[in-house]
Structures are given as C-alpha cells and as structure tokens.
C-alpha cells in the first residue's frame, strides 16, 4: 500500500491500478475539466495543470514507484537521505506553476569530492509567442515536442543483461581528476577536474556490455504530444509550467518545461497591467456636433458603440475611459479593467474647403485672432513650411518606449475638458494602474 495516495485520487484510480487505466483515467479527467469545457472556473486551467503532473509522474515506473515508496518525499530525495526539501513545498513547486532554481537532495557519494545531487531534473524554458487576442480571449495549445527519457530496455542502467560497469581506470572510481595550472613562472597549482572519460560517474562500461538501444547513454530521445493553455488576463512574460513534463535522468524525477509568454506589439492597443489604451480618429463634424456610432472593433470581435453627451465639443486628444473594457483579470476572467481612448479630430481636405462658400462658412465659425497687442517693435516674417513632428520626436524619445513608459499626458483624464464617460463619476479623475 502506498504511503501516499493523493496523485490517485486526483486522477481516480485505484493504488494498483495498470499504467493503461492510469492513461485512460487521465483523458478522460482533462476531457471534463478541460479549461475550454470550463470557461466560468477560474481555477480549471491549474486543476487541468494538475492532472497532467500527476499523470506524469504515475505513467513513469521508476517516479511512480518513487512515490509509492515515500511519497512526495521520495521524489525529492528526502525519503532515502533526510535532505529534501518539504513535500508541501514540492507539491506547490510542482503544482503551483511558481517554478524556481534547482532544488537539492542527498549526497552524490564518490561522484565529484562529496557534491550535492539535484533532486530533479533541468527545466526546459520555452518562449512562445502569443498576440494579445490570445491574451484576452485564452487559447489552448496543442503541440509535439522530442524529450529525453530513461531507456526502457536497460532500465536506466546503460549495460546490456546482467553486465556491470568497471572502475573508471583515468580516475580510478572518483569521478574527477587533478588539473594543474600555471600560477606564476614559479608555482604551479592543482584543482579538481571531471573526470572526461567516465563523466564524473566513476565507472564506464566497455563497449560489448553497452545497452543496444542506447548505447550506454541510459537515455533515449522520445517524442510526445503536450497541450498548454493561455488564460484570460495571462500576462507578458508570464511563466506556464508542465510539471514533469522535461528531459529524465536515472535515479530522480523529470524536470518541468516551462514556457515563458512572450505577446507582440499590437496595431491598435496598449496594455498596462488591466487596463489598455487606443486611438481612434473622428471628422470635425463628429467633433463639432457630436456623434452616436461604432468607435472600437475589441479584440474578441465586438463593435463598441459610444454616444457623446449632446452639446459635448471634443478637442484632439482629448480622452475618455470606457469601464470594464479592458482585459480580463487573471484568474476573474469576469472582471476586466479599463480602456482608455484618445481622440483625434480628422480635418478636413483642401478639395473640402474648395467645395463649400467660404464666405459662409466663416460667418459660422469662431472668428479670427488678431495680431497681439501691443505690437512688438520688430517684426520678422517666415515662410510657412509643413514639417512632421514624428521625426522630432522620435530623436526625444527611443522607439521602443511606448505611451505607457512616460505615464499618461497631463491631459489624458484630468482638467475640465477630460470627458468619462460614466454620470456617477463626473468628478473623477480617470487613472491608470500600470503592471
């Protein structure tokens, strides 16, 4: 009977159970609690992670066995030596999706002077690419992907039948030989070195005893189908681990693969922390008399209609925040933050003007300034020459800081003609929460 029984239960099973059971039990479990069938659970995507480290870990004879034997001790080495790490940390380690620097278990023995032996295997760190639409609206991922796994012929051992491996002859079973080095003309030292023949193991095989699948390596390159899912309100950079799901060494648990999110610039938004930010432009008729239309196409597909508040004059770049539509917030994919718009006022063309009575049109707009008063006593006259501010400002400030990098214009929600576009805060002052 198993010391402990909890990856059992969660892929429910029973304790004996044969590694086909342990296959079916688990498709059929991330069937039904896979986060696309589960899209109102905020907690489907860590149970689904779950399951698939519990599988991994019962679907491998010698972790399952591990664990059998210990339990969650056991996979961390705590259960043979007394030097693991807490089980709870494990499990969170495993679980949590959190990842972290290597973990260490009991004593290497001969191997390398008296080292520390790692109490899993090395993580495979994947970025991968994703658009903020997949950020906003999750996605899941199914892809193939080649590991390293422990030779199923040999058992791990690297010897063929009952061979055993010698004493490594260049270090004589430690693992590791002396090299010396050149201090100064006079004084040469000596350090520790691995051993390059046997690989710090201290034994080899000869050839004839070698395992003949692969080839004494005690490891042999397995392909395997994995799926991952992106959640809503997931961020850039954000860290998706598939617990045990990496390359196996003999004698201790496979490491995690973890890929690391990495979202591209997108055309129309910004992101900061919940919130996001967009342009949109409107014509001078908008801007004059007000408007009642589709501004925003969202990044789930949606039309976002807007109405301006009647008699409300718009200024370029004035700005208005449009509550609870910004990006999904991790793990409360039903709350969302907020988007910001700035507004840019399109004027009309030169064929426009050429096409109305300007004489007319005059009469309806705000007259023209006059000269200041009093008049300087030197005037100077200047061509009038088109330029693009864009260039000026890009030698100010490098492109690859965007709008968020400076915070947002002292415009951007504050002073009287800041427009929110919510009656019961007519007083506030719209603000960005950065991440």
């Known amino acids: 009977m198993p010391v402990e029984i909890e990856l059992y239960e969660l892929l429910g099973v029973a304790v004996d159970a044969t590694e086909d059971e342990i296959k079916k039990a688990y498709r059929k479990k991330a069937k039904e609690h896979h986060p696309d069938k589960n899209i109102n659970d905020p907690d489907a995507g860590q149970k689904f992670q779950e399951m698939a480290a519990a599988y991994e870990i019962l679907s491998d004879a010698e972790s399952r066995e591990m664990y059998d034997m210990h339990g969650m ?181 496979a490491g995690d693969v973890i890929f690391v999110l990495k979202c591209s610039p997108h055309d129309s938004f910004e992101r900061s922390g919940d919130d996001l930010l967009t342009h949109i432009t409107i014509t001078l008729s908008e801007a004059l008399l007000g408007f009642s239309r589709i501004l925003i196409n969202h990044l789930d597909g949606r039309g976002i209609k807007v109405s301006s508040p009647p008699g409300k004059i718009i200024k370029p770049d004035d700005s208005i925040i449009l509550r609870g539509e910004g990006m999904p917030i991790y793990k409360r994919p039903d709350q969302r933050g907020d988007l910001y718009v700035i507004i840019g006022v399109d004027m009309p063309d030169e064929q426009w003007l050429k096409s109305v009575d300007q004489k007319a049109l005059a009469l309806l707009l705000p007259p023209k300034k006059l000269d200041v008063e009093p008049l300087p006593e030197v005037v100077d006259e200047a061509d009038y020459e088109s330029s693009d501010i864009v260039d000026v400002r890009a030698r100010s400030f490098p492109a690859s800081q965007n709008f968020f990098d400076h915070g947002f214009p002292s415009q951007f929600g504050e002073g009287e003609d800041a427009w929110v576009d919510d009656e019961d805060e007519d007083d506030e002052e719209p603000e960005c929460r950065p991440q």
């Open 73 to 253: 001790d056991g996979l961390t080495g705590k259960g043979s030596a007394g030097h693991g790490m807490d089980p709870a940390d494990l499990f969170a380690h495993l679980f949590g999706g959190g990842g972290g620097g290597p973990m260490f278990g009991f004593d290497y023995g001969p191997g390398m002077g008296g080292g520390r032996r790692r109490a899993k295997g090395e993580d495979s760190v994947i970025p991968y690419d994703v658009t903020l639409e997949d950020l906003y609206n999750g996605k899941s991922v199914k892809m193939n992907m080649e590991k390293e796994v422990v030779c199923g012929l040999c058992k791990g051992s690297g010897a063929r039948g009952n061979a055993k491996p010698k004493a490594c002859g260049t270090c004589d079973g430690k693992g590791w030989t002396y090299v010396q080095t050149q201090i100064s003309p006079a004084r040469i030292g000596a350090s520790r070195s691995q051993c390059r023949d046997c690989k710090g193991v201290g034994e080899k095989l000869k050839e004839k005893d070698r395992c003949k699948k692969c080839k004494g390596e005690k490891i042999v390159k397995e392909k395997t189908r994995q799926e991952i899912f992106i959640e809503k309100g997931m961020a850039d950079r954000q860290r998706i681990v598939l617990a045990g799901a990496g390359d196996q060494e003999p004698g201790i648990p």
